[in-house]
């Protein structure tokens, strides 16, 4: 009677809990799939500071592309989904003096003022755009630049686009990082980003950041082909290596 009773109680702060904080839940895991085309969702945001719980996100770009990084969008003429979200002035000018400088020479500050959506606007305006792009839930993998920040504050302001999302993320500064290791010589000669600090400069930025390391430091399929084959040779009794490994986690 005892441990039933605790049974129901778990049960019943598990139920509420979720209701209560929809952006803490972690997705149930599917079926892996390996492959380029799935969809990398390129998103950069610009906030009112790096502090995920007292700041906010004032800007945000959204760029869908394949796996060899085309633009999936062909009918918008800006190709993308960008936005401005409101904030009051009192917010913006308690702004650190690096987002002051930025965000004031770019002229964010003033089309934040001058915005009138608000956050759950934009976040419905951003869902519907990855639903006509990657109609199914959980499918299209979010990237970027330390997109892990990004990700922190959509949890908080934008849950339910973080929920329709791959719980993995493509993080072109990994890349980096590894390669600055690795081959620092190459590393060297890393075309250099403006730095506009604006949310779609930024995204259009990591892009063509990944499919420069994509040309010049990551060995492309047909480079590797021999070292697959070889290795695939010696596991005759095994699936291939260069196939998908599907498995269920549970």
Request: a negative charge; hydrophobic letters at 30%.
């Amino acid at each position: 009677m005892f441990r039933s009773g605790i049974g129901r109680a778990l049960s019943y702060l598990s139920r509420t809990q979720a209701k209560s904080q929809p952006y803490l839940l972690k997705p149930k895991l599917r079926k892996m799939e390996t492959s380029n085309t799935k969809p990398l969702v390129w998103i950069d945001c610009e906030m009112t500071g790096l502090d995920h719980v007292n700041d906010e996100i004032i800007e945000i770009c959204c760029i869908v592309t394949d796996g060899e990084l085309k633009n999936l969008d062909t009918e918008t003429k800006e190709q993308c989904y960008e936005s401005v979200v409101h904030c009051p002035k009192e917010k913006l000018d308690a702004m650190d003096q690096w987002c002051l400088d930025h965000h004031g020479s770019s002229g964010l500050m003033d089309k934040v003022l001058a915005s009138k959506k608000t956050k759950e606007q934009v976040e419905e305006e951003l869902l519907n755009y990855l639903q006509k792009w990657i109609p199914e839930k959980r499918v299209g993998i979010l990237a970027g630049n330390s997109v892990h920040m990004d990700r922190l504050f959509m949890l908080k302001d934008f849950p339910r686009v973080v929920q329709y999302l791959h719980y993995r993320i493509v993080d072109v500064s990994s890349i980096m990082e590894v390669a600055r290791r690795h081959n620092p010589s190459l590393t060297a000669v890393v075309p250099k980003k403006e730095a506009a600090h604006t949310a779609k400069s930024d995204i259009l930025e990591s892009i063509s950041q990944l499919q420069w390391y994509m040309d010049h430091y990551l060995k492309s399929e047909e480079e590797t082909k021999e070292f697959v084959e070889s290795q695939n040779e010696k596991r005759p009794s095994e699936e291939p290596i260069d196939q998908p490994q599907k498995k269920q986690c549970q």
